[in-house]
Nanobody, 114 residues
Framework: QVRVVESGGRSVQTGGSLRLSCAAS????????MAWYRQSPGKEREFIAG???????LHVNSVKGRFTISRDNAQNMVYLQMNDIQPEDAGVYYC????????WGRGTRVTVSA
């Protein structure tokens, strides 16, 4: 069974940093386009960053320069390094296979305080 489990979310102060983790099983993350998504309160889930098998990455403008997606093929993990976190970054973060998505995991919640 293919699944992903997100972790690392917690409460953080504005300007702080976090690293979110995504543990995948049943598929090798290095052979798929992997992505992080965010669902902010009252909004739909949105794509925020992706990484292709070659290692090239894409980040949406709202997080570019602050967030970095990365991958550890040996551990079959995908990460999202979040720096200079702002109140608008609060929400539940999910990872998934971008082009062949599976059932969403439970996500990991990030809350931001002043």
């Amino acid at each position: 069974q293919v699944r992903v489990v997100e972790s690392g979310g917690r409460s953080v102060q504005t300007g702080g940093s976090l690293r979110l983790s995504c543990a995948a099983s049943g598929r090798t993350v290095g052979t798929y386009v992997m992505a992080w998504y965010r669902q902010s309160p009252g909004k739909e889930r949105e794509f925020i960053a992706g990484i292709v098998p070659s290692g090239n990455t894409l980040h949406v403008n709202s997080v570019k320069g602050r967030f970095t997606i990365s991958r550890d093929n040996a551990q079959n993990m995908v990460y999202l390094q979040m720096n200079d976190i702002q109140p608008e970054d609060a929400g539940v973060y999910y990872c998934n296979f971008r082009n062949s998505p599976i059932q969403w995991g439970r996500g990991t919640r990030v809350t931001v305080s002043a």
